[in-house]
């Protein structure tokens, strides 16, 4: 291969550059910057030998050096436009092609131009392999000549946009653009690589020899990269992904190749594409093309950067790892592990996401409590050795989020009565489901969100997402039992606890009729009982009494529909039309919780002769409002009409 291929398109400074990483000292600089035509834009740079060069660009400019590159002498090309690209065969035959239809070709090494049309499209790029053999890539396809460029004809068919064509012999070429193809007869018949490419779309490419070809991807735009297609092990084939926006690609064989950005960043391989480093420059300036000869070396752009150690020989960049964490909620310090081959790492930079790089020996990530920095961020880093390699940086991801989720609310439901919901903070004997209700994270960048449930403000935490206060008949939940529920995210950010409180009470009641009652035949009748409860209970309870001959027939069953206090003597005044005699009286009682008694309290009941005129009433030292009917009507134990 004579020369590099060298974008075809004029690329302005409207392209900003990317930050750079520190630049190193001169001294260590493998490769280093001068600017010998000021203000002009330098687009392609061809080197036949170590020592004759030629470079073109903006304004019709040629320049030419004969002790590589330490000087210039600019020549008269004829023209004032703009020049994509040049190519010489060697010190005398040399071709530079405009940007419109003319290719400018010179026999005594520059001294004289003369201008030859290829065809009525465009120019974009220019290949020669030797002073008679070239190809011209222009708007409207392929053109080749083999009289040295007097004369060019169609070669194969047009395919599309393309950007980049390199032969390595008069049979072998490639090009690069939406769609790439391949020749093997001159450029006769061209193969579509678009499947074995990964459907990529490439600016530039490298075709060193039978071993392999160098495509340069998304140099406009985007993040670059490479992709090495190797003709030797299909299955070595690969995309490697550069943290910079790429413009250029040289290879001078199947192992070494050098890769150019708009930002001045240089990368080189030394086996095949499988590894990369950056390599030193002394400046950030845009380049566009770029030629190697050995160890030598020259890119061209905003100014023309030489190196005389390409590298070639002990090209062994340091090697840095680290280990994000996938998510986190606090500031972090991060090693790195770094390693270096050929020498003694010197220094390691890191940046986050589009700050400044910054030296270190291990990464300190400050994280904000204000949610300022939550979100995806990109974190890098790379090292140099004392010899001057530089490596390509290491890019790893991970996701900061402070914000903790939220829980709208609580629902809390009995498990043995259907539909019926519990109210907080009540006193039951039944098990009861309490359940979140609407989680949410309003830091949504971690994802993850879960639930998790604490008992009686314990220090564990369990993930639920419901949880059953169970009734054991032991006893051993009886009393106020707390579930709190709060979200949990990836990030472990937990957010405000939702509390529920259920109060138990699985005790039975004990029910007490101590005294004979009395009453008048056709009167009122008097009843004191006792509804006995153990702490921890609601307090209250309900009752019915139930009037029988001694017999143990059923007469009538007083109801009273009303909450009194337990442990407190109850007085219950009722009419009946009872005669004079001795009856039997029963009192079934129920705790608060629904708790109900498992016997009755008994005792007498006698009705003396006269006659009273007092209505049904009820009365008792406290009553609590009216016994909730589904409460009357789910009460288990011993049944009672009309009540239990």
Known sequence: MLRKTVLAIVVTAAFAALTAAPAQAAASARWTWSDPFPGTDLSGITFPDDSHGWVCGSGGLIATTADGGTTWTTQDSGITGYLV???????????????????LKTTDGGTTWTPVVVSGYSLKEIDFVDAAHGWALTYGGVYATSDGGDTWQPAGVSFGWSDGI??????????????????SDGGVLWTGLWASLGSRSFIDVAYPDASAEFFLGQGYYGEGGVFVRNQVDPS???????????????????????????????????DGGHTWCRQTVDSEHAMWDIVVRGDQGWACGAG??????????????PVTSFVLPEYTNHSIEVPLTVSD??????????????DPWASCTSMQITVPADHSADGVVSIEA?????????????KQTMIIDTYGPSITKLLAEYTDILDATYKNGTWTKSPILVST???????????????????????????????VVTTPSDHSHDGVNTVRFRGIDNAGNAGESREMIVKVDTRRPIAKAPYVATGRAGGTSTVQCKIVDQKPCRSVGALAIVVSTLSGKTLGVVKPNVWFSVNKVITIRFGSSLKAGRYRFKVFVMDGSRNVAKRAASNYLIIKSGSSTSAFSASALSTFGTVPVFELQQADGMAVPGLF
């Open 166 to 183: 390199d032969f390595f012999d008069l049979l072998h070429g490639a090009s690069a653009g939406d769609s790439s193809y391949e020749t």
């Open 437 to 467: 209700y609407n989680l949410f994270d309003p830091g949504t960048s971690s994802g993850g969100v879960k639930s998790q449930v604490n008992l009686n403000k314990s220090a564990a935490w369990n993930d639920a997402v419901n949880w």
């Open 382 to 394: 790379y090292s140099t050795d004392a010899v001057g390699d530089v490596e390509q940086p290491v």
């Open 341 to 354: 081959a050929g020498g003694d790492v010197a220094v390691s930079y890191f940046r986050i996401g589009a």
């Open 236 to 270: 070595l084939s690969a995309w490697v992904s550069f943290g910079a926006q790429l413009s250029s690609i040289a290879a001078t064989d199947g192992q070494h190749a050098w890769v150019t950005s708009q930002s001045g960043a240089m990368y080189a391989t030394a």
């Open 85 to 103: 690209d040049i190519v010489f065969a060697d010190a005398d035959n040399g071709w530079a092609a405009t940007a419109e239809t003319e290719v």
């Open 304 to 317: 023309i950067t030489h190196s005389e150690q390409t590298g070639f020989t002990g090209m062994h960049a």
